[in-house]
């Protein structure tokens, strides 16, 4: 009886035993992995960076006349025409003077031009009747002439001097009123006077006089950024540009690349270097404001007809590591680079499977193109319809255990 137990105990543990080698053999042997089938699709390289919202042109407003503001007519966010009043002024008396001054130059070659008329008249009839020289009436009618010219010219100095300042006068002629108007159709960005404060005229130099209003042409707007110098040689002019800006997140304006700053720029305290780029809006909002900040992606390269793969089905393969071909031997050799990419292309009779058996799965050279942080641009070495290993590493290591 004893031996009887002992005999069905041992058989237990064979059969045992053999169930768990047949158990691990066949899984070993059925080890399968998720494929998917390549296919066509599209594909960018994509640059993310930060950056600024500005106005392409920007217009200082200075007075064209020293004097007092009296009234104020635009203020910060209005949108004003070209021609509108933004301001009143009331000038000093010296700049009323000059005013004053060649107005009377006027009346002064008004009054000269009649009594030059009038005698002219009477030389004429002189003339006529013989009893001047024609010399003594060529001067009359010359002397005619070059009031009526000197009315003119005052006219004129006046009307430039008064069209320069804007100026505006009362119905008595007792009072005159300098308008300050906009020159541009545009968005008031900032003002820096009230009313009462002195202004001074801006027209005697560039960089003199009181800076009144600044405005913006919301029509062309560009984000400012800066790139790194790692990433500077990637980005041309041309190049499409994704906008987000952070106060309306839900919204996408597109724009393109402008320019990119040939010199690079350390900012203090910072050891990196940096390319100023200008990216012209090409949707621009009057939702949009200068100076918010926003986030752009710049489209280096893209492909709207690539070969794609997911990125884990590529595995960069080098020198020291072994990528398999159908007899189980290394599929990949060095390079001058010492790197190569590999997929691993599923040989199964049924390639509609979802799952390839790892012995059917062989190692295929690929060349690369664009990537993104999902897919891989395949320039050669697949072709669209074959069927891939999703998980490249799994598969890799799985066969760097059978093939040690």
């Given amino acids: 009886m004893k031996k009887r137990l002992i005999i069905t105990s041992v058989t237990a543990c064979s059969l045992v035993a053999l169930l768990l080698y047949f158990v691990f053999t066949s899984t070993a042997r059925d080890a399968t992995f998720r494929i998917l089938q ?24 200075k007075p064209t006349i020293s004097g007092e ?7 910060v966010g ?8 933004l301001a009143v002024i009331e000038p000093d008396p010296s700049q009323s003077l000059q005013l004053s ?13 009649s009594e030059r008329a009038l005698n002219f008249e009477r030389k004429r009839a002189l ?29 004129l100095e006046l009307q430039i001097l008064e069209l320069k300042v804007n100026v505006e006068v009362d119905a008595n002629q007792t009072h005159t009123a300098v308008r300050v108007l906009s020159p541009l159709e545009g968005i008031v960005i900032a003002r820096t006077v009230e009313e009462g404060e002195v202004v001074a005229s801006g027209t005697s130099s560039y960089t003199g006089g009181t800076e009144m209003f600044r405005i913006g042409d919301p029509d ?6 800066a790139v790194g110098e790692i990433d500077a040689g990637r980005v041309r002019p041309g190049q499409d540009v994704r906008i987000r800006v952070d106060a309306y997140p839900d919204a996408m304006y597109h724009g393109r690349v402008e320019r990119v700053a040939p010199v690079g ?9 940096t390319f100023d780029a200008e990216i012209v809006i090409s949707d621009p909002s009057m939702e949009l404001q200068q100076g918010m900040s926003c986030d752009i992606d710049i489209v280096v390269e893209q492909n709207d007809h690539a070969v794609l793969v997911p990125a884990s089905s590529v595995m960069e393969v ?7 071909n159908e007899q189980g031997d290394p599929a990949l050799t060095g390079s001058a680079s010492g790197r190569r990419y590999t997929v691993y292309r599923c040989t199964s009779a049924d390639p509609g499977s979802s799952r390839c058996p790892e012995s059917y799965l062989v190692s295929a050279m690929v060349e690369i193109g664009i990537e993104s942080t999902e897919n891989v641009e395949i320039l050669s070495g697949i072709e669209p319809g074959a069927h891939i290993a999703l998980d490249a590493r799994a598969v890799h290591a799985a066969l760097n255990a059978k093939h040690p």
Wanted: aromatic share 2%.
């Fill in 318 to 324: 080098v020198d020291n590591q072994g990528a398999f």
């Fill in 69 to 75: 503001v009296r009234h104020i007519h635009a203020d």
């Fill in 220 to 225: 062309r707007m560009i984000v400012k950024s």
């Fill in 101 to 113: 001054r060649q107005r009377a130059r006027v009346d002064g070659a008004r009054i000269d031009l």
């Fill in 38 to 61: 390549v296919q066509h699709g599209s594909i960018s390289d994509v640059l993310a960076e930060t950056g600024t919202i500005q106005f392409v042109r920007t217009v200082m407003v």
């Fill in 127 to 155: 003339h006529e009747r013989s009893l001047i020289s024609s010399e003594e009436f060529d001067q009359a009618r010359i002397a005619h002439t070059r009031a009526r010219h000197d009315l003119d010219m005052a006219e």
């Fill in 265 to 273: 720029v350390r900012r203090p305290g910072s050891t990196l270097v």
């Fill in 78 to 85: 209005d949108r004003v025409s070209a021609g509108d009043v």
